[in-house]
């Protein structure tokens, strides 16, 4: 059973600077279109890069400790018991960051909407996937530098004549 005090961790991310364990507790309770996770994040760790979505809102509540939540307006200290939202696209831009001595644990709680494209402003990548967030791995999708664009029409054929 679902228990956000007792949780059962079914996730992590042991990557330099963004290590988490995760509970995917709406998945655990039988949630078919929306999303809750507990993460647990480490000091000195960031639960993903800065990043905006723009297919799927979240919302955050502070269950313990004090994170840093990084906006695209600056940075502030978030206290146990905050809810905070973040709508889809440029407005809802977000980061989560440990700076504390003690692990702390949010609750993210969002929609489970695909495809979705993810914004890294500062890397200027993006992310798009075919399934919704926490699900399978991608099947179609990946990362990409904007940078990297093309032009609409490069590598289409032109229709055969008759």
Known sequence: MANL???????EQDQRGFRWRRSR????????????????????Q???????????????VVVRGTPTLRTSEGERKLGEGEVVA???GERGAHQIVN???EPVRFLIVSE??????VVYPDSGKLFARDQPP??????????????????????EPEPEPE
Request: hydrophobic share 45%.
């Open 5 to 11: 005090f007792e949780p059962e961790f079914d996730a």
């Open 25 to 44: 507790l709406g998945r655990q309770a039988g949630a078919e279109r929306l999303g809750a996770s507990l993460f647990e994040l480490p000091p000195g």
């Open 46 to 60: 960031a639960a993903f890069p800065f990043h905006l979505h723009l297919a799927n809102e979240e919302l955050l």
């Open 86 to 88: 973040f709508p889809v």
């Open 99 to 101: 700076r504390t001595p």
């Open 112 to 117: 489970m909407n695909a495809p979705e494209i």
């Open 134 to 155: 926490g699900g399978p791995p991608v099947e179609i999708g990946g990362a990409f530098f904007q940078g990297d664009a093309v032009d609409y029409f490069d590598g």
